[in-house]
T-cell receptor
Framework: RKEVEQDPGPFNVPEGATVAFNCTYS??????FFWYRQDCRKEPKLLMS???SGNEDGRFTAQLNRASQYISLLIRDSKLSDSATYLC????????????FGTGTRLLVSP | DVKVTQSSRYLVKRTGEKVFLECVQD?????MFWYRQDPGLGLRLIYF???????EKGDIPEGYSVSREKKERFSLILESASTNQTSMYLC????????????FGEGSRLTVL
């Protein structure tokens, strides 16, 4: 089983739609979780951290479900500019900063 | 803004050549990382460093070495390039040992013929 798994997509949605991605992780001791965004041929950039209580940043909401070992990202009112690959990142907490990246979920928002 | 600069965006090398990939960050970050990114495999950690002259192996260190002589600079070395090292290489840095945000460079796309 992969340490961090994501549906590669692509998720094709129209502008204005709501879309959600899940990401599962294998290590129940994992402590920190993040969503990064990567545009085509660009470097990944932090989108948001995921807290135990869940957190929201504008149209983006991240949730953590420790019991089922997954995190989610919800995007409301999708914009064309949201088209990108979304990387799930988990800190496996094995001492040093051991971040494990998922392979990413590709989102395509169409007019 | 944090700036992580990778010396070469695109390189084409031949099998057996020695390859240097340089990375410089301008925010006095303690930690620096080298990843490679391949389709279907995601980002995989090659080496990281949490201090000058310190280095630690990541998940896939075979065929690579690193050098960190100055805090701001972290170099990745392929002693003898092979075709299976054709990939996108991403350098990153972060503030401290905790699970902080990683700041990435734009990447170096290496093709080994």
């Amino acid at each position: 089983r992969k340490e961090v798994e994501q549906d590669p997509g692509p998720f094709n949605v129209p502008e204005g739609a709501t879309v959600a991605f899940n990401c599962t992780y294998s290590n129940s001791a994992s402590q920190s979780f993040f969503w990064y965004r990567q545009d085509c041929r660009k470097e990944p950039k932090l989108l948001m951290s995921v807290y135990s209580s869940g957190n929201e940043d504008g149209r983006f909401t991240a949730q953590l479900n420790r019991a089922s070992q997954y995190i989610s990202l919800l995007i409301r009112d999708s914009k064309l500019s949201d088209s990108a690959t979304y990387l799930c990142v988990v800190n496996m907490n094995t001492g040093f900063q051991k971040l494990v990246f998922g392979t990413g979920t590709r989102l395509l928002v169409s007019p | 803004d944090v700036k992580v600069t990778q010396s070469s965006r695109y390189l084409v090398k031949r099998t057996g050549e020695k390859v240097f990939l340089e990375c410089v960050q301008d925010m006095d970050h303690e930690n620096m990382f080298w990843y490679r990114q391949d389709p279907g495999l995601g980002l995989r950690l090659i080496y990281f460093s949490y201090d000058v002259k310190m280095k630690e192996k990541g998940d896939i260190p075979e065929g690579y070495s690193v050098s960190r002589e100055k805090k701001e600079r972290f170099s990745l070395i392929l002693e003898s390039a092979s075709t299976n090292q054709t990939s996108m290489y991403l350098c990153a840095s972060s503030y401290d040992r905790g699970p902080r945000e990683l700041f990435f460079g734009e990447g170096s796309r290496l093709t080994v013929l």
